[in-house]
Each structure stands twice: as C-alpha cells, then as structure tokens.
C-alpha cells in the first residue's frame, strides 16, 4: 500500500504503524500499539524504585484467618441490626419467595402460616418487608418493631379517616 503524502495536519508526525498485522512496532523514541498512535515508552524501573508500579507494600499478616467473615463483622459492626420474630399468617413458601429471605429464617407452623426469625439494618425496612406480604402478622420482638408498626397504625388510620 502507498504511502500518502504528508499534509499541513500531518506533517511532522510519525506514520502509523505498518507492521503486517498492525499489532506492534517499537522505535527507540516511542511504541505504536495496535495502530492507535505513539504511546510513551514504559518508565524505567531505576525511576519509581524497585517496580515499574511504585514502591512495594510489605506484606503484612491478615487480621483474621477467614477473609470473608472479616469483611462481613466488620461491615455489619456500623450498622444497627434488629433480630425480628414473627409470627407469619402465610406459607412458608409464600413467605421465602415474598421477602426473598432464607429458608433457615422461615419455619413452617403449619399449612397456613409460619415463623420468621430474620434481621434488618432498620425498623422501617423490616416493617415495610412484613406490610408488603399482604396478610396478617404478630410481631414478637424487638419491642421497637411493635412500637413503630403502631404509629404507622395510626398514621394509616388518620389519613383513611380523613379520606
């Protein structure tokens, strides 16, 4: 393939790479990777100390032997955790895939109803999660859950009033 000329916009500009399969051409002032243009050459390691990347972090020993149960008590350690029981007046199974939880949290009863043992980070998501299943439901504990469910009460109850 000819080369064009160089225009006013080129000029002084290297040429593409022109290598066969236009994946690599190296000079000594620059590289051309896949024909997209010059690209610096890699910093030499005399530059940033022992690595092209930068000074090395020692190694250091892990704070725990699990990783994963590391990160899940520390993440779990900032945020307030209420441990719900409740009496659910609904299947199990209608339960599990209602409040997409666990089947360990849920305990069937019998046919028509079941235990919820479960954990929220706040009152208002648990409350909003049991309201949502659309049937009836007795709150065992905590005693905050019981309370905020009576103001919603009657909160619900005040604008159904006033409708």
């Known amino acids: 393939m000819p080369r064009r000329a160089p225009t006013k916009a080129t000029a002084g500009h290297r040429p593409r790479c022109e290598h066969p399969d236009r994946t690599r051409c190296a000079s000594s002032a620059a590289r051309f990777v896949l024909g ?11 530059r940033w100390g022992t690595s092209p990347t930068g000074v090395r972090v020692p190694p250091r020993e892990p704070p725990d032997s699990d990783a994963a149960s590391f990160v899940a008590r520390k993440m779990y350690a900032l945020a307030p955790t209420y441990e719900v029981r409740a009496t659910v007046h609904l299947p199990a199974e209608q339960v599990i895939a209602g409040l997409n939880t666990p089947p360990e949290q849920v305990q069937p ?30 709150v065992h504990d905590p005693p905050e859950l019981v309370a905020y469910l009576q103001a919603l009460a009657g909160r619900a109850g005040r604008a159904a009033a006033g409708a």
């Open 36 to 46: 997209r243009g010059t690209v610096s050459p890699p910093a030499s390691p005399e």
């Open 109 to 138: 009863i019998d046919g028509s109803s079941c235990r919820l043992h479960g954990s929220a980070d706040t009152l208002e998501w648990m409350a909003s999660r049991l309201l949502v299943l659309g049937c009836e439901f007795e």
